[in-house]
């Protein structure tokens, strides 16, 4: 079965940074595009940044020039470089490996990330 999981969560201060990173098991990531999306409490789920299968990567404006998304797709990974962390970063963070074409989708649980003084 397909196991997606994200690590690398915790609490930070800011200004600090930390990174993320998703595991894949089970499924071959080299044709699949992935991405990370996040929900802070009370405010619906908004993607990050993504990355497709031929290396396009796309930001939210909101974390545009401080977050970096990225992907191994031999060692089956994706990661989420986070730098300059505001509170406004404070939020579970989702990892989803997905194809369009094949309108298919897996999800990690989400690993909590804080930012706070």
């Known amino acids: 079965q397909v196991q997606i999981v994200e690590s690398g969560g915790g609490l930070v201060q800011p200004g600090g940074s930390l990174r993320l990173t998703c595991t894949v098991a089970?499924?071959?990531?080299?044709?699949?595009?992935m991405g990370w999306y996040r929900q802070a409490p009370e405010k619906e789920r908004e993607v990050v940044a993504s990355i497709r299968s031929d290396g396009t990567t796309t930001y939210a404006d909101s974390v545009k020039g401080r977050f970096q998304i990225s992907r191994d797709n031999v060692g089956a990974t994706g990661g989420l470089e986070m730098n300059v962390l505001n509170p406004n970063d404070t939020a579970v963070y989702y990892c989803k490996v997905y194809s369009d074409s094949l309108r298919l989708q897996w999800w990690g649980q989400g690993t909590q990330v804080t930012v706070s003084s």
């Open positions: 089970r499924l071959n990531i080299r044709n699949l595009d």
